[in-house]
Structures are given as C-alpha cells and as structure tokens.
C-alpha cells in the first residue's frame, strides 16, 4: 500500500524559511506526479505547487511564485518544497498528493490517487 508522510513542518518567523519533505513509501515516487496543498483553519485546501514524474515540469499558485520552490529526488522517494520569505498568511497544514497525472495531481480533485496526513507550518509575525 502506498504511502506518503510529509515532515519539515514548524514554527518560524516571517521572512524565514522552511523545507517540507514527503516520503513515498509502497511504490517508487517517479510513478507519480506530485504536488503540494496547503489548508488553512476555516478556509478550502489550496493549490500550492507541482512537479512532473521526472521532475523536469514545475507549477506553482500565484501566490507562492518567487518564494516557493518543488524538487525531487526520485532515488530517495522524495519531494521537497523549499519555503522561503514565509509570511504568516502560509501558516497552514501543508499536504502532499500523488497521482499519475499532472493534471490530476494540479487539480487535487477526487480524483487524486493518494494523499499525505500533513504537516503544520506556522508563521509567526
């Protein structure tokens, strides 16, 4: 059974930084397009950025554009989002999601395969 745990999670102050990571464990991570989704108390999970199989293909939401940054090392089943200039409105449980598509995955739909538990980061001002 495939399995995704995201870690890095924490509390940090604005302006600083963060690296999640997500851990593929059942099935090797370059089957899956792999995203990541932030939910914040008392809004909808979001769309926050995407990564191809290969990792060749990026995409990001808007608002994280500049700041953000998907990797991944398919050796080690991982991906990473690289967190930099937080600010307190990305305070949110961070999720990550897999899929064969990257359609899919971007769409964080019913659709999508799998889904981490979540991690909580929180920005302090």
């Known amino acids: 059974q495939v399995q995704l745990v995201e870690s890095g999670g924490g509390l940090v102050q604005a302006g600083g930084s963060l690296r999640l990571s997500c851990t593929t464990s059942?099935?090797?991570?370059?089957?899956?397009?792999m995203a990541w989704f932030r939910q914040a108390p008392g809004k909808e999970r979001e769309f926050v950025a995407a990564i191809s199989r290969s990792g060749t293909d990026t995409y990001y939401a808007d608002s994280v554009k500049g700041r953000f940054t998907a990797a991944r090392d398919n050796a080690k089943n991982t991906i990473y989002l690289q967190m930099n200039s937080l600010k307190p409105e990305d305070t949110a449980v961070y999720y990550c999601?897999?899929?064969?598509?990257?359609?899919?995955?971007?769409?964080?739909?019913?659709?999508?395969?799998?889904w981490g538990q979540g991690t909580q980061v929180t920005v302090s001002s």
């Open positions: 999601a897999a899929d064969p598509l990257f359609r899919t995955v971007v769409s964080g739909d019913s659709r999508v395969v799998h």
């Open positions: 059942g099935r090797t991570s370059s089957s899956y397009a």
